[in-house]
């Protein structure tokens, strides 16, 4: 008996087709990073990326531009695919990143709750 193939076969097969893609990985580069970078941190953030200053933090970012990594496909020129960067928040005094989100849920533990918002 033949195999017959069906709809379903053949959307399976044309769904299994692979794409070849190099990354590259940078170091944050302000004068060709910063808008993508912004764009970036707002979809992280989503909601609460105004109340966040995406502004301050992508300057942030960039101010340590050998710390961390962008991530790109096409170049140091293009934007970047993702990035991956550390803040120290005794160092740059961000209370913000942490206060924030603190303030909005309720604590399970006072005690502790109130230590990390001083």
């Known amino acids: 008996m033949p195999y017959e193939t069906t709809h379903a076969d053949s959307f399976c097969c044309e769904s299994q087709d692979l794409v070849d ?3 590259d990985f940078f170091d944050p580069n302000p004068k060709v990073d ?5 764009r ?6 989503q909601r609460d990326a105004e109340q966040l200053h995406m502004h301050e933090l992508t300057e942030l970012v960039l101010s ?6 962008t991530i790109k496909t096409d170049g140091i020129e293009s934007d970047p695919y993702a990035i991956l960067t550390v803040l ?8 913000i990143f942490l206060c924030f989100p603190l ?15 001083q």
Not at 34 to 38: E, G, N, Q, S, V
Not at 88 to 95: E, F, G, I, P, R
Not at 103 to 117: A, N
Request: aromatic share 12%; with cysteine; proline share 7%.
């Open 21 to 23: 893609v190099s990354f």
């Open 34 to 38: 910063y808008h993508a970078i912004k």
């Open 40 to 45: 970036l941190l707002s979809q992280l953030f």
């Open 64 to 69: 340590q531009p050998t710390v961390g990594t």
């Open 88 to 95: 120290n928040m005794h160092l740059h005094h961000v209370c």
């Open 103 to 117: 303030s909005s849920f309720q604590p399970t533990e006072p005690y502790i709750h109130s230590k990390m918002l």
